[in-house]
């Protein structure tokens, strides 16, 4: 199995900007989708971006649209997630995740996604 790697992450003040990568190995991006999750203490996981690896249509949990942008380089099979304007209710550990076009059905949801990375930790506190 295919396993991501997310890089990227660490400390900010509120406000801050940071860029986290997804790195997937041979995984053919063109046939697979690839979000971002994030799991705050205490919270169940949830959805924050994903990316069409066919089209490139990105999809964005409304917690963070227009303040984070998911970017594919296919070059390198890297998936990107810039996040800007950060507050600490964006706290979390941060995955990403990787499922096959052909049977996702929701974007934002965990359960259609089959390759997990271990994850980044993103703190905003001042």
């Known amino acids: 199995q295919v396993r991501l790697v997310e890089s990227g992450g660490g400390t900010v003040q509120p406000g801050g900007s940071l860029n986290l990568s997804c790195t997937t190995g041979?995984?053919?991006?063109?046939?697979?989708?690839v979000g971002w999750f994030r799991q705050a203490p205490g919270k169940e996981r949830e959805g924050v971006s994903s990316?069409?690896?066919?089209?490139?249509?990105?999809y964005y949990a409304d917690s963070v649209q227009g303040r984070f942008t998911t970017s594919r380089d296919n070059a390198d099979n890297t998936i990107y997630l810039q996040m800007e304007g950060l507050k600490p209710e964006d706290t979390a550990v941060y995955y990403c995740?990787?499922?096959?076009?052909?049977?996702?059905?929701?974007?934002?949801?965990?359960?259609?996604?089959?390759?997990w990375g271990q994850g980044t930790q993103v703190t905003v506190s001042s």
């Open positions: 995740a990787a499922g096959p076009l052909s049977r996702l059905l929701a974007y934002l949801k965990e359960d259609d996604y089959e390759c």
């Open positions: 041979v995984l053919p991006l063109e046939y697979y989708a």
């Open positions: 990316i069409n690896g066919w089209s490139g249509t990105t």
